[in-house]
């Protein structure tokens, strides 16, 4: 194996996991995700040679994603999913299960800008620096969008968890 074939393995070792999660939590569909974090490890192999070791890996592997992310959108219509697009035995999931499925729609319906960044942030681990090089905006931007990204889902999953709780569990009785 190459030095180069050698790199490219050893971040994919390290990130796959992160980059699967971020587009798993961007389309809402695991197959889609599959195929995208494919595509940026198959861009890291081609780009390799030109990598240079400074630190910043995690944010050069999200902005291939970020691209990644792009083209796919170009070719394709927005393949988020909502509640109501998935399986109907849901409703028959235990509430956890209920919680994950609203935390999921409701970074779904968070724009695309805050969306990116919160998920950056939380799936990929960047620091607001690297998210700021991967959107090619300001930290200051990026500090806003996280801020606009959290309370919009404090609003979206606290009027979700009321809803679980129903008026009964709500009074305190079950």
């Known amino acids: 194996m190459a030095p180069t074939d050698t790199i490219a393995a050893e971040i994919f070792e390290r990130h796959h996991v992160a980059v699967f999660r971020f587009f798993r939590r961007l389309t809402g569909r695991p197959d889609v995700a599959e195929d995208l974090t494919q595509e940026v490890f198959l861009r890291v192999v081609k780009g390799v040679e030109q990598y240079r070791v400074m630190g910043r890996e995690t944010g050069?592997?999200?902005?291939?994603?970020?691209?990644?992310?792009?083209?796919?959108?170009?070719?394709?219509?927005?393949?988020?999913?909502?509640?109501?697009?998935?399986?109907p035995d849901q409703a028959a999931a235990p509430p956890a299960q209920l919680v994950a499925f609203g935390l999921q729609e409701a970074v779904s319906r968070l724009p695309n800008a805050e969306r990116a960044a919160f998920l950056l942030r939380e799936v990929g681990g960047l620091t607001y620096g690297e998210i700021a090089d991967v959107c090619d905006t300001t930290e200051d931007a990026v500090s806003a969008r996280l801020y606009r990204a959290r309370a919009r889902l404090r609003q979206l999953l606290s009027t979700r968890l009321a809803f679980l709780r129903g008026p009964r569990n709500q009074q305190g009785t079950l």
């Open 60 to 87: 050069w592997l999200f902005q291939i994603a970020r691209r990644v992310l792009i083209d796919h959108h170009r070719q394709r219509s927005d393949t988020t999913v909502s509640l109501s697009d998935t399986d």
